[in-house]
């Protein structure tokens, strides 16, 4: 069936560090892909997606990547800050149907 | 413009009740779905509600029923509540006319069962 997987927690980066987020899927055809953030104590935001492949979504100095041919979709940001600290969560998801998310992976950033 | 909401934000339930939580989608949106966010897990998909109808379920026992208004507005509902379901519910609206690709969600309602 449709999976997503991500890379395991805890990230621990300091202030302006580089981050990468792996996130790779298992499905047919072309779902769109997302990530969502998490801070403590909320729901869930959308922080980027992308809906075909080689698309690149961006938002807030994050932007992700939709690659087919490695099935991945993994986050990055130039310099973090210390309230990038959360959880983010990689998803899939194909038209009117059900988001299919990832374990989450848990970003704290100090100063 | 207002975004999706839920209610309570918390409650404590004991064992064997029931409990029902409500969700009001985003202005415009025509179609809710729930989630069940274990504490250090990502969501699971409960159901999606569209036109008054199931139309989705994931895989949760029939404990878990839900409702959508002709507002949209919809509500889920556990019976027999176990300490397993003890989470994190979240509402996501959408709207199916734009295919359904970008949801929105709630803050929540933290469910604890002792």
């Known amino acids: 069936g449709n999976s997503v997987t991500q890379m395991e927690g805890p990230v621990t980066l300091s202030e302006e560090a580089f981050l990468t987020i792996n996130c790779t899927y298992t499905?047919?055809?072309?779902?769109?892909l997302f990530w969502y953030v998490q801070y403590p104590g909320e729901g869930l935001q959308l922080l980027l997606k992308?809906?075909?492949?080689?698309d690149k979504g961006s938002n807030k100095g994050f932007e992700a990547t939709y690659r087919k041919e490695t099935t991945s979709f993994h986050l990055e940001k130039g310099s973090v800050q210390v309230s990038d600290s959360a959880v983010y969560f990689c998803?899939?998801?194909?038209?009117?149907?059900?988001?299919?998310f990832g374990k989450g992976t848990t970003l704290s950033v100090s100063s | 413009d207002a975004g999706v909401t839920q209610s309570p934000t918390h409650l404590i339930k004991t064992r064997g009740q029931q409990v029902t939580l409500r969700c009001s989608p985003k202005s415009g949106h025509d179609t809710v779905s729930w989630y069940q966010q274990a504490l250090g897990q990502g969501p699971q998909f409960i159901f999606q509600y569209y036109e008054e109808e199931e139309r989705q379920r994931g895989n949760f026992p029939d404990r878990f029923s839900g409702h959508q208004f002709p507002n949209y507005s919809s509500e889920l509902n556990v019976n027999a509540l176990l300490l397993g379901d003890s989470a994190l519910y979240l509402c996501?609206?959408?709207?199916?006319?734009?295919?359904?690709?970008?949801?929105?969600f709630g803050q929540g309602t933290r469910l604890t069962v002792v």
């Open positions: 499905a047919t055809g072309y779902p769109s």
């Open positions: 998803a899939l998801m194909y038209p009117g149907t059900a988001l299919i």
């Open positions: 992308a809906t075909k492949a080689d």
């Open positions: 996501a609206s959408s709207l199916v006319g734009q295919g359904g690709t970008e949801a929105f």
